[in-house]
């Protein structure tokens, strides 16, 4: 069983940045791709990131290419997402997700954090 636990979401003005951060705890939680997804009301859930299980390998969603940097500390199994250069419509919740290598679907979910970005 993997539990995720998401902290760092909050309000911040236009321009300004947040840093997310997710822990797994998982007995193999080194093996486990993570990612962040967002949901903003009234949108599809989109995914904005996520980093292999050696953190070598990454992926952004076009929307947050250059922005948003996603890494991963195994010793702590954490995760992290840096957002800088932060718009009004990054305003979503933010879900941290994990599956284990060779998964395709995310099996596993935090409960979401918060961000508001006022412009």
């Known amino acids: 069983q993997v539990q995720l636990v998401e902290s760092g979401g909050g309000s911040v003005q236009e321009g300004g940045s947040l840093r997310l951060s997710c822990t797994a705890s998982?007995?193999?939680?080194?093996?486990?791709?993570l990612g962040w997804f967002r949901q903003a009301p009234g949108k599809e859930r989109e995914i904005v990131a996520a980093?292999?299980?050696?953190?070598?390998?990454?992926f952004y969603g076009d929307s947050v290419k250059g922005r948003f940097t996603i890494s991963r500390d195994n010793a702590k199994n954490t995760a992290y997402l840096q957002m800088n250069s932060l718009k009004p419509e990054d305003t979503a919740v933010y879900y941290c997700?994990?599956?284990?290598?060779?998964?395709?679907?995310?099996?596993?979910w935090g409960q979401g954090t918060q961000v508001t970005v006022s412009s």
């Open positions: 980093v292999g299980f050696n953190g070598v390998n990454r």
């Open positions: 998982a007995r193999s939680a080194s093996m486990l791709t």
């Open positions: 997700a994990a599956k284990f290598r060779g998964n395709e679907e995310w099996s596993y």
